[in-house]
């Protein structure tokens, strides 16, 4: 078990939401109206990356920066049942500070996905270097 800080809220399907978690570091989902066929349940949790390393091998040739990682779900209404699938794109942004990325080519910033035996890198993201943000459909 991985400790984590978490936020979580029940998004309704007609008007979609947003949902925010900023510590050191920020990340937030835009959920559009008519995600799902029915309301869903969103949470956000920021990893201990430390102890995430000792239980999931890290992105070959990649590193994590700064304190920037974090398990996105989402839960039918029940907050049992996982949804994996969408509807419409949800939108993630991670928000980074300019002190953690002194040691990197900030241009090769980028979002990864564990899928439970391998990561992903997600597609078509956004890097915004103006306001220190990488944002991805996903």
């Known amino acids: 078990v991985v400790s984590s800080i978490e936020t979580e809220t029940?998004?309704?399907?007609?008007?979609?939401?947003?949902?925010?978690?900023?510590?050191?570091?920020?990340?937030?989902?835009?959920?559009p109206p008519l995600f799902s066929a029915s309301d869903a349940y969103f949470q956000i949790l920021q990893l201990n990356k430390t102890e995430f390393a000792n239980n999931v091998t890290s992105p070959p040739l990649l590193t994590i920066v700064g304190d920037y990682l974090f398990n996105f779900n989402?839960?039918?209404?029940?907050?049992?049942?996982?949804?994996s699938n969408f509807?419409?794109?949800?939108?993630?942004k991670i928000s980074y500070d300019d002190t953690d990325v002194e040691a990197f080519d900030e241009n090769s910033l980028a979002i990864q996905r564990w899928d439970g035996s391998s990561w992903n890198q997600l597609e078509a993201c956004i890097l915004d270097k103006e306001v220190n943000s990488v944002s991805c459909p996903t």
């Open 10 to 31: 029940s998004i309704s399907t007609a008007t979609g939401g947003n949902l925010s978690l900023t510590t050191n570091s920020g990340a937030d989902l835009s959920i």
């Open 74 to 83: 989402a839960f039918f209404s029940n907050e049992e049942d996982q949804i």
């Open 87 to 92: 509807d419409k794109d949800i939108a993630v």
